[in-house]
């Protein structure tokens, strides 16, 4: 089964961190990533820009228009994920403790499914992913 392992950011509590507590969090990230390679359950994993640093697409009347800033104002953003694939959701919940985020006051890790997903292959499916079309 897939899961992505959902890390949400709220800056006020990152800040509030000590530098030490700061390094000892990205420490525990590099420990979790040689953990989950080393099982084989590592698919993939990402990290994303603060929200200050995007831009928003709309296309209104045909016609793209772009704005600066977040989709969304909110306290917490979307900071990254690990695309793990394992056994069960319960292993799945023992990785996501793994993961130093857990641990911190205020932040935790979601876990989603992962129901359908596609590479490169998808220009070959039909919109539906059923079925390819090749």
């Not at 000590?18 to 990230?29: I, L, P």
């Not at 590479?119 to 059923?130: D, K, N, P």
């Amino acid at each position: 089964m897939k899961f992505l392992l959902i890390m949400h950011m709220n800056p006020q509590i990152w800040e509030a961190l000590t530098e030490d507590e700061r390094n000892e969090v990205m420490k525990g990230h590099e420990d979790f990533i040689e953990t989950i390679r080393e099982s084989g359950e590592m698919l993939g994993t990402t990290a994303l820009a603060e929200p200050a640093e995007s831009v928003v697409v709309r296309v209104r009347g045909g016609a793209p228009t772009v704005s600066d800033g977040p989709y969304l104002e909110a306290k917490e953003y979307l900071g990254g994920y690990y695309l793990i694939e394992c056994a069960d959701r319960d292993r799945a919940v023992e990785l996501a403790a793994l993961i130093p985020d857990a641990r911190v006051e205020g932040l935790g890790v979601e876990i989603r499914e992962v129901i359908f997903s596609a590479g490169a292959e998808a220009a070959s499916l039909r919109v539906s992913g059923a079925a390819a079309t090749s």
